[in-house]
């Protein structure tokens, strides 16, 4: 049967959809989970309102346990949760995963900057994957596999598909979430190279808005 049964109520028609092309990825599967479009936001609202599978929730401050705590709260969906690596790093970033862990989440992220024996030392503690965000060709990238790393989460701007090819050159069964743009074209782009998952970027709540209160405009 190829045709889907689909539901939906008059009141929560309105939701932030990704764009159906993510489909064609293989996914990941964490815990018997198939997940293939993580939605990058630490937005209540929105992620209560999207067809996303999962969610990547970090955010350039540093990581609050009472932040993550209201996403795991709030959420209806698999959270990869950020715990720092940069500025935030070493004992403390091992208990905010420690503590990630514990409420719920599915994994957690870790900035470009954390060392290879800070993952070390989260691999011997937790019992969730571990990701790290990678921005450029000249990473460590052996290193990071070796190190225990789970996942990479290629966020390369317009080079994310070379900076993927470079990864399936070195491991071709490393899992890989990356970066997919605004279009379809740079989301196939970034699937073709590789990529196992796509993490997409939400309009704002203002953004959505606009086209809300422009219906209303226009109905006065």
Known sequence: MDKIPTFQSRLRKNIVTVPEVINECSGIRIFGQLLKSFLFTT????????????????????????????????SDKPILCGVGGGITNGHRSI????????????????????????????KDKIDIPIIITVVSENEDFEGRIKAGVDIFNVSGAEKTSNIIKIIREINNEIAILATGGKSEETIRLAINSGANAISYTPPTIGELFKDIMKKYRNEE
């Open 43 to 74: 937005d209540v609202a929105i992620i209560r309102n999207t067809n996303a599978n999962a969610i990547i929730a970090v955010y350039p401050f540093t990581p609050q346990p009472l932040i993550s705590h209201s996403l795991f709260l709030a």
């Open 95 to 122: 208990n905010l995963a420690i503590d990630a862990e514990f409420q719920g989440a599915l994994g957690v992220v870790l900035n470009k900057p954390a060392s290879n024996d800070l993952i070390k030392r989260l």
